[in-house]
T-cell receptor, first 115, second 114 residues
Framework: GAVVSQHPSWVICKSGTSVKIECRSLDFQATTMFWYRQFPKQSLMLMATSNEGSKATYEQGVEKDKFLINHASLTLSTLTVTSAHPEDSSFYIC???????????FGPGTRLTVT | AQKVTQAQTEISVVEKEDVTLDCVYETRDTTYYLFWYKQPPSGELVFLIRRNSFDEQNEISGRYSWNFQKSTSSFNFTITASQVVDSAVYFC???????????FGPGTSLSVIP
């Protein structure tokens, strides 16, 4: 089956710094990737949709300048949390989809803690 | 607008009991897709099932079964003879098209007690 990886699996950073999370499709080309955020004991909330080679589409209420998404290749999308604050601490999950399939494959998630 | 409701926040059952997780959805689209995902304590989502709006047949997969009723906009999930390994958060989800974003319900936390 299709595999999506995320790196790192967990990260701790200091308030005010930036942190980058990678999402890779290991055995397929992902034309579309989705980024979700999940706070403790809550559901997954879609942050943005990114298509390879074009700008990401952000959901209402998500700050584009704070959560930078780059989908520069068919196997890699990155989410950069800029000037992180403790309230950005969350579980970030990506999913990837090929152009020919409706199946979304989810990554294992990255747990971000901002101190 | 699309919305998924899972009224049961937490459920606790004793091992070997059957349990049904409720899911009610809202959409104005005539074509849509419904999903169930399992999220164990590790956090990684596990895909369980996808069903399109034209297929109202109930589905059974081992101890899992799903009941899709368009008349009541429900897509309920039943685990038969529950096991401790079934303990997880279960999410019902909805997608407008096969290529669109997935809208997740709030989730139901299931605890199976030995």
């Amino acid at each position: 089956g299709a595999v999506v990886s995320q790196h790192p699996s967990w990260v701790i950073c200091k308030s005010g710094t930036s942190v980058k999370i990678e999402c890779r499709s290991l055995d397929f080309q992902a034309t579309t990737m989705f980024w979700y955020r999940q706070f403790p004991k809550q559901s997954l909330m879609l942050m943005a949709t990114s298509n390879e080679g074009s700008k990401a589409t952000y959901e209402q209420g998500v700050e584009k300048d704070k959560f930078l998404i780059n989908h520069a290749s068919l196997t890699l999308s990155t989410l950069t949390v800029t000037s992180a604050h403790p309230e950005d601490s969350s579980f970030y999950i990506c999913s990837a989809r090929t152009g020919s399939s409706y199946e979304q494959y989810f990554g294992p998630g990255t747990r971000l803690t901002v101190t | 607008a699309q919305k998924v409701t899972q009224a049961q926040t937490e459920i606790s059952v004793v091992e070997k009991e059957d349990v049904t997780l409720d899911c009610v959805y809202e959409t104005r689209d005539t074509t849509y897709y419904l999903f169930w995902y399992k999220q164990p304590p590790s956090g990684e989502l596990v895909f369980l099932i996808r069903r399109n709006s034209f297929d109202e047949q109930n589905e059974i997969s081992g101890r899992y079964s799903w009941n899709f009723q368009k008349s009541t906009s429900s897509f309920n999930f039943t685990i038969t003879a529950s096991q401790v390994v079934d303990s997880a958060v279960y999410f019902c989800a909805l997608s407008k098209t096969s290529y669109d974003k997935v809208i997740f319900g709030p989730g139901t936390s299931l605890s199976v007690i030995p």
